[in-house]
């Protein structure tokens, strides 16, 4: 199996996995009202939260082998997962806008994987370039969620730019630790491994915080925005490059257009019906099994 194949089937496996922490996430949001503080007391939401922790060891998996401009768009298939998964769970059957926007979102990415096919990654973020990158991520976290935003896109966006820069330094500490070329615990990688763990951590608490107003605009809204920061970092500092020149840079565009389009289609039509039942004081949560 090719670099690239590896990467895409450590990406799939990735996206149920994360799907399925969305899904519980938003659960517990909708049902509990319930804030970050009080949801560490919750075995659900630590179940959640594990899940979200194997996702993340596969998707790191997947940077090993997997350029940033491949292995991030499939995030997208995160929220064509979450699709079925939230239908499942409120006991309803997908709807044909549903699986019109599933379909325009793989063909977007169909687009997406024939341009960004490279070879396994072998260039690294310095110190400096981490450091830089991490501060201007801080800032503009800083601002989307500040002090008396409304839960909802703002915070959304802000994980998925935190987590699609955790990604990006993750890529970092992986190939940094694999090459066999340096110490293993250098300062680069300890420092850089530790502004991974805020990041995610950041992600995910702030993904929480949006998933309160429902799980479709938010998931959309950290489906898209988490490829765009960690492509950006890879076009810009780690010298990836879209495949077939200016023809592939068309296909690429035209593909990111078709993913978006998939992506706002599932977004409005996964708003109509309740992802869950509320549940009264005393009972807990209990995610659905197929």
């Known amino acids: 199996m090719t670099a690239t194949l590896l990467a895409v089937a450590l990406s799939l496996v990735s996206a ?98 024939v341009t960004a096919s490279g070879p396994a990654p072998d260039d690294t973020l310095s110190l400096p370039e981490a450091l830089g990158v991490a501060a201007v991520t801080a800032a503009l976290i800083g601002v989307l969620s500040r002090r008396g935003a409304k839960p909802g896109l703002r915070h959304a966006t802000a994980s998925g730019v935190a987590s699609g820069v955790a990604s990006a330094l993750t890529q970092t500490v992986t190939v940094a630790v694999t090459d066999r070329t340096g110490p293993l615990l250098d300062v680069r990688v300890i420092a850089v491994a530790l502004l991974v763990a805020a990041f995610a951590a950041g992600g995910l608490l702030l993904s929480q915080t949006a998933y309160r107003g429902g799980l479709g605009a938010p998931l959309a809204m950290v489906t898209l925005t988490n490829p765009v920061a960690a492509s950006v970092i890879g076009l810009m500092l780690l010298g990836e490059r879209l495949q077939g020149g200016a023809a592939g840079w068309g296909l690429a565009a035209a593909g990111a257009i078709l993913a978006t389009g998939g992506v706002m289609l599932l977004t409005h039509t996964s708003q109509a019906p309740p992802a869950f039942e509320a549940r009264g004081p005393g009972q807990s949560p209990v995610t659905a099994t197929p």
């Open 16 to 113: 149920v996995a994360y799907a399925a922490a969305a899904v519980a996430q938003e659960r517990l949001a909708a049902t509990s009202g319930a804030g970050v503080l009080r949801l560490l007391g919750t075995g659900a939401w630590w179940w959640s939260v594990g899940l979200n922790a194997a996702a993340a060891l596969l998707h790191v998996a997947a940077l090993k082998y997997g350029p940033l401009t491949l292995v991030q768009p499939l995030g997208a298939l995160t929220l064509v997962a979450a699709v079925p998964l939230g239908a499942r769970v409120a006991g309803r059957h997908v709807t044909a806008g549903e699986w019109r926007g599933t379909a325009l979102t793989l063909a977007g990415l169909g687009a997406l994987l």
